[in-house]
């Protein structure tokens, strides 16, 4: 197999855990705010979709972001994503709809669909800066793939916090 066939499939592979988490989620298990410092499963998600735009948008395309050139914030209903330079708190007062964010996550991986399919190994070895340091862009992909991997399983531990089952297998 060769590594563009290997990232497509490990992208997809982690977003269908993503799915099977929010697979028969209601707007209310969605929005629960837990206790303690983690965060609701609407800000898990939309720090996912906004990590991805990010990873695929700005740091390998150079491109600002989705968010910002298509309106997410004003159609999801908060002002900025969830992420390392903050965002968090705005979860503990709001409340938002899973669909505008679903259709964020549409856009999103769409995009994200093209710039896979275009992979090259030039691309892959390409040298991109990512969190202070300087690394090849098949690692912002593999880091992408982690990251929605590892937010999943949070997603479906704040669901067991409800006592719902987080993932169906």
């Given at each position: 197999m060769d590594v563009k066939t290997?990232?497509?499939?490990?992208?997809?592979?982690?977003?269908?855990?993503?799915?099977?988490?929010?697979?028969?989620?209601?707007?209310?298990?969605?929005?629960?705010?837990?206790?303690?410092?983690?965060?609701?499963?609407?800000?898990?998600?939309?720090?996912?979709?906004?990590?991805?735009?990010?990873?695929?948008?700005?740091?390998?395309?150079?491109k600002p972001r989705g968010w910002e050139t298509q309106g997410w914030g004003a159609k999801i209903g908060i002002q900025t994503p969830p992420?390392?330079?903050?965002?968090?708190e705005e979860f503990k007062t709001v409340r938002i709809q899973a669909a505008p964010m679903l259709a964020y996550g549409q856009a999103i991986h769409a995009a994200t669909d093209a710039y896979l399919d275009a992979l090259t190994p030039e691309e892959l070895d390409r040298q991109v800066t990512f969190?202070?340091?300087?690394?090849?862009?098949?690692?912002?992909?593999?880091?992408?793939?982690?990251?929605?991997?590892?937010?999943?399983?949070?997603?479906?531990?704040?669901?067991?916090?409800?006592?719902?089952?987080?993932l169906p297998f």
């Open positions: 290997y990232i497509k499939q490990q992208t997809a592979n982690a977003w269908r855990q993503v799915e099977a988490v929010m697979k028969d989620t209601t707007e209310e298990q969605f929005n629960w705010l837990p206790s303690g410092t983690i965060n609701p499963i609407s800000a898990i998600l939309i720090h996912l979709l906004a990590g991805e735009d990010f990873f695929i948008q700005t740091i390998l395309q150079g992420g390392p330079s903050g965002g968090w969190a202070g340091r300087v690394v090849p862009a098949a690692e912002v992909l593999m880091i992408l793939v982690v990251h929605i991997a590892s937010h999943a399983g949070e997603m479906a531990a704040v669901k067991g916090m409800q006592g719902i089952k987080g």
